[in-house]
């Protein structure tokens, strides 16, 4: 750790970075509560919880007050905070269930609650019917917590947020182009989470009126709000049998995967600016079309008809475009056709800026476009070629980071892979593994696939695939960041003659 601390001390803000470490402490200890309250209402023992609450009260108080001499911060500041956070945030959040003995094993809950706050939904646990009622609240209430990012909560609360912040909020929030929706960033934060909750109390109530009881309408609703998918049954949504509540929590899923600016161009009255957004009209398009297509393919296998194999299809594709991981139905019966286009949907993902994991709709987009423009370039070299998203042109640097993106998303999967591989098991079930951790999808296919589990996996695979959680949750580069100075830097660059009379002409 002192090694790590050298490496970086010098570089970075620490003073501000462990005031956003301690405010998010004392955030943590406040959120502990309720668990607590849910305990004392089923009689159950909530000391685990009380301790953490205390020990996050204890060490986030003087971090918070430290003081600081001067509050800017710049990107890799705010990456730092936030890749630091994360960890910190999934220890403290694994020690109840550590403690409390729910969960024995500190690695097996600290992969399940770094699943839960990365709206992951992979769970090593086989019996999920046999936690107590407040276990199984946090278990979910993680999946509430880390949807929208428990940074950008803190920043719609802390008077002293500045603009500077936005490189946390662009650090935690998922997709490639994030930025203020108003003037003022914590005006900003606290519009995001309004409409957050606000949708969040819309469907609980929706399906306290299909009678779903309150426990259970509270903790499924959390697992679509944060489209993470941990369920209180082994069996998922397909325990109650109830096509009302498929519906409700399908639509629900696929709402919350459209970007939030939409929803707040709708609070504005900008329906031309919410309606001719790219991302989601092509992520509708394409949640429509894979609709029709598994209906088609499933409807032999269904003994209700066409209704049924839609509202099966829409709830599959709704749950696995939007990362979240919710079943209504064993898809891994489904033909090899339906299966292959859920798993592109897997890798495809939701749109950026909103609580769904996966590549996004808007990176997709761009890239197509990008090969596209590669093309007529060959063809007509003299051509001038634009990539445009929403009418607009794009900067290359955007563009040249999308492109970057995408190159360590492949590559740190290819490293996940062989070293899952390890473990000896079957190439599906190795390969969808590691894509349904990075990508915080939840199941995949074979061992891991709706009605499966990770338990079987050993520590090592459970530690990659933990962190392949935190890289997928967080965009991959605030965690590159934070493992660094274990990385090693590069050799320092020495131009040639020829390269240093090109930087010379540059310069001039």
Wanted: charge should be positive.
């Amino acid at each position: 750790m002192m090694f790590w601390l050298r490496r970086q001390g010098r570089k970075l803000n620490w003073h501000v970075i462990g005031n956003v470490i301690g405010n998010v402490l004392l955030v943590m200890a406040f959120l502990f509560v309720f668990p607590i309250i849910c305990g004392i209402i089923y009689h159950e023992e909530v000391l685990s919880f009380l301790f953490m609450m205390i020990a996050c009260l204890v060490v986030g108080f003087p971090l918070s007050r430290i003081k600081v001499k001067h509050r800017m911060y710049f990107a890799r500041d705010g990456l730092m905070a936030v890749g630091l956070c994360w960890v910190v945030l999934s220890i403290v959040g694994a020690l109840p269930f550590w403690f409390s003995g729910t969960i024995l094993h500190f690695i097996d809950a600290f992969f399940e609650t770094v699943s839960g706050f990365t709206t992951t939904g992979s769970s090593i646990l086989k019996e999920v019917e046999s936690l107590p009622k407040c276990m199984l609240f946090w278990r979910s209430f993680t999946h509430w917590i880390g949807g929208m990012g428990i940074l950008v909560f803190v920043l719609a609360i802390l008077p002293k947020s500045n603009d500077r912040s936005i490189h946390i909020l662009r650090a935690e929030s998922p997709g490639p182009v994030i930025g203020k929706l108003v003037p003022r960033l914590r005006k900003s934060a606290m519009i995001l989470y309004a409409i957050y909750m606000g949708m969040t109390i819309l469907e609980v109530v929706l399906l306290l009126l299909g009678k779903m009881p309150l426990f259970d309408a509270l903790c499924n609703t959390f697992g679509t709000a944060g489209t993470g998918g941990f369920s209180i049954t082994n069996q998922g949504i397909g325990q109650y049998h109830n096509a009302y509540y498929e519906w409700v929590i399908g639509i629900f899923m696929a709402l919350f995967g459209v970007n939030f600016n939409f929803y707040f161009f709708c609070l504005i009255h900008e329906w031309k600016e919410a309606f001719h957004m790219e991302e989601v009209q092509t992520y509708f398009k394409v949640i429509g079309f894979s609709t029709l297509f598994i209906a088609i393919n499933i409807l032999p296998l269904i003994h209700g008809g066409f209704i049924d194999a839609v509202r099966l299809a829409f709830f599959q594709v709704s749950s696995i475009i939007t990362t979240t991981g919710y079943s209504s139905c064993d898809f891994n019966l489904w033909p090899t056709f339906s299966k292959m286009i859920l798993l592109l949907l897997m890798a495809l993902g939701a749109c950026a800026g909103s609580t769904g994991g996966g590549i996004k709709v808007s990176r997709m987009i761009v890239v197509v476009k990008k090969i596209r423009a590669d093309i007529q370039k060959t063809i007509h070299p003299q051509k001038v070629t634009l990539i445009t998203f929403d009418g607009k042109a794009l900067d290359n640097k955007v563009v040249d980071q999308i492109m970057s993106f995408f190159c360590c998303f492949i590559l740190i999967l290819a490293l996940c892979m062989v070293l899952v591989s390890l473990d000896g098991f079957d190439f599906e079930t190795t390969i969808s593994a590691c894509f349904a951790c990075i990508g915080n999808i939840g199941p995949g296919f074979a061992m891991v696939g709706p009605f499966g589990n990770f338990s079987a996996f050993s520590d090592l695979s459970k530690i990659v695939l933990s962190f392949a959680m935190l890289i997928g949750r967080l965009e991959i580069f605030p965690i590159l960041i934070f493992l660094a100075p274990f990385i090693g830097k590069g050799k320092k660059y020495r131009p040639t003659k020829a390269d240093q009379v090109l930087l010379d002409e540059k310069n001039y």
